[in-house]
Structure formats: structure tokens, C-alpha cells
């Protein structure tokens, strides 16, 4: 019989140890929202961009991140103070082994609290070889990043986290809670306390207006495809394929305190069965693999022989068939190298779409070597401009930041994309110098345009340009109408040195479809009209 009363030399129970690391998963997970609201709240509310600390803790999670940080330092030659937060990590996990990815990582908990081991009778028999598919991207990720590129980013934890948020999990919320607002909103009694309710949470939880993205249901479908996979074995995503979990198992095989199974052990399996992540193996004798240890302690608190201690002191490690070993190094750089190379490509790099509008002081080369597609610039623009891309910057670009005027344009009152941005993918541009930045150039279509093509007075565009000398002038010109009657239609032009490619013009144009006035980079296709 297992005796959970007794304590341990700490003090604590094996129960408690369990208890205390569940609430720091909940307190780590609601953190993490709160971190994800905070920086949605201050840019919603200051669109300038905050000031001070505030900038500094809100990309706090992402900045802890040593697989992100260290990729990107890799990649762009460029060490930025932030990420040296992520040492607290590698230190910590030298010390304690892999407790981010036990106590800490908000991934995790979420497939802690979704293992689907009820729902099935057996599991399915993996290889434990396949545990080093986990490494191998971690070196993949980390050759890449030598030759410049981190596509593979969005494989990190913490991005996928934060990309599902902004682009599926919170615009979905935000659509139910407007919906039942607006059916609540139609009892009359209750009119008062639904517009009470709505001041209250937008925008310090939602945005003003509803936000929308594109392809919601693709970054949704693949964060529920990592959960999915519990259907395999307990945290599948921890054991075999997350990246940052093969860094941290790495170090973690180094760590002063590590599970250890005492001599006392009577060989009964509880331990081997309750592991989450199958750290517990079972040869000659039992024996606890450090590098698959995310010390949950679960395997403590089943021991009915207290045979199973956390010691501290340096151990002899145990080599496995699966660790980083010379041939899977060879096959990553290999990979790597191939993969960047194909990447780079000419049919792959130059197939680009015109309407690739990169957020303001963004230059594209250093963008695919520094971006780490968190999404978090997409979720703090107030105007919803800023998308993911997916096709439009080929696959070396995917899922970094672009702007589509139709649905939102850049704010000439905000910086806060480069104020968020925890790897300076987007620089942090004083206001004054962002509202300087060529996005692109406006380009008007004069079979769409009312005024050119209907001979109906339009002057939308020119009315909600923001450059304080005007880059749209409107021209009265007389015209005659088919049926002979002369009259003057204001007609609008596009003064090119003062266009910044804001995209209002765009996002206001009243044509429903695509507007007769769009904003593309330089070699875009639409004829220019100016003087």
C-alpha cells in the first residue's frame, strides 16, 4: 500500500509535491493569459505603444524561451538583452532538470488536462527510437538558424501557444460573447447592462470591434492535431517531436537532481505505468532516464516502497538509442542545409505575391532571419491589418507578419507592433520615424473607381488619408454623360512621393470585392495615375 502521509526530507508529502505542481501549471497557464491580455490591453488603450517597463514584461513568456532566443541570435548576428531572460531556463534546468516542461510550460498542462488514457483500453506499441525525432529538429532548427533561416520556429511551444490565441481561440471567443451580447442586447431590459458589460471588456479583453483572421481553422487544426496525438501515448508532443523539449532533455541529463530508483525497489510497475512521458524504463533493473524526466513526481507519490528519490548530486549518464549522437548531428545538417538551399531557390523565394506588405521599417531578408511567428504583432494591431502569411512569402515565409488593407490598414497613431515584437523582427520605431516608412504605394484602377468609371462623385479615399499634406489629390473635371449632360466629377490622383501605403484609402474604398484603389509594392501590376 502506497503510504502518501509520510513526508520527505523537504517536508512535504509526495501528495503535496503532486498538488503543488498542478497549481504551478494553473498559475504558469493563467500567467501566460494574462501576459497574452496585458499586452492586448495596453496597445488597444495606448495606441502609441505603452511606455516604459511595461514594453520589457509583456513578451516576458516568449523572452524565457531559450530555443527561441538562441535561434534567433543564430540567425540574425544580433544578441538583444531580452533573451537573456532565457538563461533563468538553462540554469534551471541544469539544477532541476526538465521542470519547464513539467511545472511551467502552459502546452504541457493543456495536454496534462486532455490525455485521452481512459478513452482507450492499450496504447499503441512506439518505438522508443522515435524519441529522437525530437532532436533531430532541434538540430535541423539549430543549422538552419546558422544559415539564417528559422522557418521551422513555428514549431516552438510557446509561438504555437500565442499564434492559436491571436488567430483562432480568441477571435472565436470574441464572436460568442458578440453574439450573445447582441441576442441579450434585443430584450429591452437588459439594453443598460449589455452596453455596461461591452464597455467593460472592450477593449481591455477584446478588441473595439470584432477581429477576424484568415485561415483561423488551419493554426486551430494544427495546435488540436499536438493534443490529438495524447491519443497515441501521454504527452506524444513532449516525448517525441517538440523541439524545445529536446533541448531542455538534453541539459536536463546534466542535472544536479535527478529521479533516481533506489535499490528498495520491489519491481511492482507502478512507477513505469503512471509516468507521463515514459521516462521510467525497465531493463535489467529500473531506471529513470533524466533527458525524459519532466520531474512531475507523479511516479513519488505511486511508489508504495518509497524506493523512487530526487538526490542531488552529479550522476553518471546513462546513454540511450535515442540520444543526439554523430549520426543523427549528420543527418540534421544535411537536412538543414538541403532544406535552406531548396528554400532559397529561385522558383520558391521569387514567388511572391505583389500585395506582400511587410508592417512598417520592415526590411523582408531581415524579417525570415528574425521573425519568430509568435503572431504577437497580429495581436496587438488595433485595426486587425496584420495577418500571418501562407502562401504569399513561399515557404521560407510562412506564417510571418503581412499587412491586408481590405481588412484592416496601419493606424497612423500606433507603433505598437514594433514596440511587441520580443525579437525586434519589426523595429521598435519611435512613432515619428514609423510614420516616415514606405509599406508600399497606392495604386488606383480606374475601371473600378467610381468617379473615373461611373462619373459619380467619390472622394472617400482622399477624405481618409492621413498624411497632413494629403498623397491623394482630388481634380474637378468636366465630363459629359452619355445622355449629353455636362457635368463636374471630382476625380481623385495619387501624389506618389507623399504615399506611405497605410492602406486606409483601401480599407475605406466603398466597392464591395476588391477596391479600385489598392496598395502594392512597386512592381505591382495596377496602373499608377499621378502627375
Not at 106 to 122: E, M, N, Q
Not at 300 to 313: F, M, S
Not at 399 to 412: A, E, F, K, Q, V
Request: aromatic residues 10%.
Amino acid at each position: 500500500m502506497v503510504d502518501n502521509k509520510k513526508k520527505s526530507p523537504s517536508g512535504l508529502t509526495p501528495d503535496q509535491w503532486l498538488n503543488l505542481r498542478k497549481y504551478s501549471q494553473l498559475f504558469f497557464l493563467i500567467l501566460l493569459l494574462v501576459f497574452y491580455l496585458w499586452s492586448r490591453r495596453e496597445f488597444y488603450l495606448f495606441p502609441g505603444g505603452g511606455s516604459g517597463i511595461k514594453q520589457k514584461l509583456i513578451n516576458l513568456p516568449l523572452k524565457l524561451d531559450p530555443l527561441v532566443m538562441i535561434v534567433q541570435l543564430l540567425a540574425s548576428r544580433t544578441f538583444l538583452i531580452g533573451s537573456l531572460l532565457a538563461v533563468i531556463t538553462v540554469i534551471l534546468t541544469l539544477l532541476l532538470g526538465r521542470v519547464w516542461c513539467g511545472w511551467f510550460c502552459p502546452v504541457g498542462t493543456l495536454l496534462d488536462w486532455f490525455p485521452f488514457r481512459s478513452w482507450k483500453r492499450s496504447s499503441p506499441n512506439i518505438p522508443e527510437g522515435l524519441r529522437g525525432v525530437k532532436y533531430v529538429l532541434l538540430l535541423v532548427i539549430l543549422f538552419a538558424g546558422l544559415l539564417k533561416n528559422i522557418s521551422l520556429l513555428f514549431l516552438d511551444p510557446i509561438t504555437i501557444l500565442y499564434r492559436t490565441m491571436t488567430t483562432a481561440i480568441w477571435p472565436a471567443l470574441d464572436q460568442i460573447v458578440t453574439g450573445i451580447e447582441l441576442a441579450l442586447y434585443r430584450i429591452p431590459f437588459l439594453g443598460p447592462a449589455v452596453s455596461g458589460f461591452d464597455s467593460l471588456i472592450r477593449p481591455s479583453i477584446f478588441p473595439p470591434h470584432p477581429a477576424s483572421y484568415r485561415y483561423g481553422g488551419l493554426y486551430f487544426g494544427f495546435f488540436l492535431g499536438i493534443i490529438a496525438l495524447n491519443n497515441l501515448a501521454p504527452r506524444f508532443w513532449c516525448r517525441y517531436l517538440c523541439p524545445l523539449g529536446g533541448m531542455l532533455a538534453f541539459l536536463g541529463k546534466f542535472s544536479f537532481i535527478q529521479c533516481e530508483i533506489t535499490p528498495e525497489c520491489n519491481l511492482c510497475g507502478n512507477c513505469i505505468s503512471i509516468c507521463p512521458t515514459g521516462a521510467i524504463q525497465s531493463n535489467d533493473h529500473v531506471f529513470c532516464d533524466p533527458g525524459e524526466c519532466t520531474m512531475c513526481l507523479a511516479c513519488a507519490a505511486e511508489c508504495p516502497g518509497r524506493a523512487v528519490t530526487y538526490p542531488a548530486r552529479i550522476t553518471q549518464i546513462i546513454r540511450q538509442p535515442y540520444d543526439i549522437e554523430r549520426r543523427k548531428i549528420l543527418v540534421s545538417l544535411g537536412t538543414a542545409v538541403l532544406g535552406v538551399s531548396l528554400l532559397e531557390s529561385y522558383p520558391v523565394s521569387e514567388n511572391k505575391s505583389p500585395k506582400l506588405l511587410r508592417p512598417p521599417g520592415v526590411i523582408n531578408d531581415r524579417l525570415l532571419s528574425t521573425c519568430i511567428r509568435c503572431g504577437e504583432c497580429s495581436t496587438v494591431c488595433p485595426t486587425n491589418a496584420i495577418q500571418l502569411t501562407v502562401g504569399e512569402a513561399g515557404m521560407e515565409g510562412l506564417w510571418t507578419p503581412m499587412l491586408i488593407p481590405r481588412i484592416g490598414y496601419c493606424d497612423y497613431s500606433c507603433h505598437a507592433c514594433g514596440q511587441v515584437c520580443p525579437v525586434e523582427a519589426i523595429p521598435p520605431l519611435s512613432l515619428e520615424e514609423k510614420r516616415k516608412q514606405i509599406i508600399g504605394r497606392a495604386y488606383l484602377d480606374t475601371n473600378r473607381c467610381i468617379p473615373w468609371a461611373d462619373n459619380q462623385d467619390c472622394i472617400v479615399c482622399e477624405e481618409v488619408c492621413p498624411i497632413p499634406d494629403k498623397a491623394i489629390r482630388l481634380e474637378e473635371t468636366l465630363i459629359v454623360t452619355p445622355e449629353g449632360e455636362q457635368k463636374i466629377v471630382q476625380r481623385p490622383f495619387v501624389i506618389r512621393k507623399r504615399c506611405t501605403g497605410c492602406g486606409i484609402c483601401e480599407n475605406k474604398c466603398p466597392l464591395s470585392g476588391e477596391a479600385a484603389i489598392q496598395v502594392l509594392l512597386p512592381q505591382g501590376h495596377f496602373q499608377e495615375i499621378s502627375f
